[in-house]
């Protein structure tokens, strides 16, 4: 019987158009999965075991130091990530102490991630002495760059009801939060305008953000994919009703340009 958590029910909209598009908005995505603290796993040199099991993907390897300071004379405390990169640099694993996070500047679908995901998950289950995940998170940063102005039927009017108004004039800044909680994980969206710099000197243009995370509790490693499965879902849901017509058009038509 496969899993499901509580937190799958706080978004009740489904979407019909899971599979549709043949573009996306996306400008980043992110998995991370959180693990009982292993203090080996923030010494300087990485566990072999994990450098072998990931090297043939994520050939480049690096050491990002980190301090944390606190009050007193020996309060602060040195820890190191380790981040392993793609050959074309567009993929990105760091582990640290408590966490593994996987990082995409090229993703084409959930399929595909979910895949490299779950290697990595496998690789990692030697090492971090643990079977299960304390969470599991799930982010999709999506940019809405229409050339022209986006609250104009690409978003939901639902997200831009004051800038459709007519009420306001000479608008800096609009940006939103809606966050929602259940017992054993979460959704979170954060969407608003933001200013992109044109070529020509002194001029922007507007876009517009969607920014979803979620997020799942206390995750055997088993479940790790049922999980990844069941966040996507709500992800895509979330998305798809926060999108315009004019953004539906444009991911549902062919696109010429070659996928990362």
């Not at 993907?57 to 820890?79: D, K, M, Q, R």
């Not at 997200?159 to 939103?176: D, K, M, Q, T």
């Not at 696109?255 to 990362?260: E, F, W």
Request: glycine fraction near 6%; charged fraction near 20%.
């Amino acid at each position: 019987m496969a899993p499901n958590w509580n937190a799958d029910s706080l978004v009740n909209i489904r979407s019909k158009n899971v599979d549709q598009y043949k573009r996306n908005f996306l400008h980043q995505a992110v998995c991370e999965l959180r693990f009982p603290t292993l203090m080996e796993l923030g010494e300087p040199r990485p566990p072999a075991a994990l450098v072998k099991a990931l090297r043939k993907e994520y050939p480049h390897l690096e050491l990002a130091n980190e301090v944390s300071l606190g009050i007193g004379v020996n309060s602060s405390n040195n820890t190191h990530t380790h981040i392993f990169r793609s050959t074309k640099l567009t993929w990105t694993v760091s582990v640290k102490q408590s966490s593994l996070s996987v990082e995409t500047i090229a993703y084409s679908d959930y399929a595909h991630m979910r895949e490299r995901v779950l290697r990595i998950v496998e690789a990692a289950s030697k090492i971090i002495d643990s079977d299960f995940f304390t969470r599991i998170g799930l982010r999709y940063i999506n940019i809405i760059d229409s050339d022209t102005n986006p609250v104009l039927g690409w978003v939901n009017p639902e997200l831009v009801g004051p800038l459709l108004s007519g009420n306001f004039r000479g608008i800096h800044e609009y940006a939103g939060k809606l966050q929602l909680t259940a017992d054993d994980g979460g959704c979170l969206l954060q969407h608003g305008i933001v200013l992109k710099q044109k070529q020509a000197a002194g001029e922007t243009i507007p876009q517009y953000l969607l920014d979803i995370d979620v997020f799942r509790n206390e995750i055997q490693l088993s479940n790790t994919g049922e999980a990844l499965d069941a966040m996507h879902a709500q992800v895509f849901d979330v998305f798809d009703w926060a999108l315009g017509p004019k953004a539906r058009e444009h991911l549902s038509s062919e696109s010429h340009q070659k996928r990362a």
